[in-house]
């Protein structure tokens, strides 16, 4: 994790040192980028912070799905995931802009994340 500082975050998500799938770390880097008045490099954040959130959203879904077709030996296993996910997902949505973010990506772009990370669809719902 970065440093909350202008000086370390906006040149460590140039240059590809900010892990994707932390979403402090996003948070860091979007409030660094918007205080070094940096909007381009605030929006990409946005774009990785709505990349995530929805990833976060497909997981629980799909956790969700999982519970109820799962043995319960895998219950704590699928719990762990589901509360790691939501705990992310809190954590991008406190932000406005990652919030607005997330609800506006297109519809393409959210069937593709959740084609690879959400429910499998095996035809046997009700």
Same mark, same amino acid.
């Given at each position: ?7 370390? +975050? @906006? ?5 590809? &040192? ?6 402090? =770390?996003? #948070?860091?880097?979007?409030?660094? +980028? @918007? ?5 381009? &490099? ?6 990785? =912070?709505? #990349? ?25 296993e699928l719990w762990a995931e589901d509360e790691a996910a939501e705990a992310k997902l809190r954590i991008l949505v406190a932000v406005p802009a990652f919030k607005e973010a997330i609800e506006a990506m ?21």
């Open positions: 994790m970065i440093q909350q500082s202008t000086d370390t +975050a @906006v040149p460590a998500l140039m240059t590809g &040192l900010i892990d994707h799938d932390d979403p402090q =770390a996003l #948070v860091e880097a979007h409030a660094a +980028a @918007v205080a070094s008045g940096q909007g381009a &490099l605030a929006e990409q954040v946005c774009r990785f =912070a709505a #990349v995530l959130g929805q990833e976060m959203r497909a997981t629980t879904a799909r956790v969700g799905h999982d519970l109820t077709r799962c043995h319960e030996h895998r219950y704590d297109s519809d393409e772009d959210v069937d593709a994340i959740w084609c690879q990370y959400g429910p499998f669809d095996d035809g046997d719902d009700d």
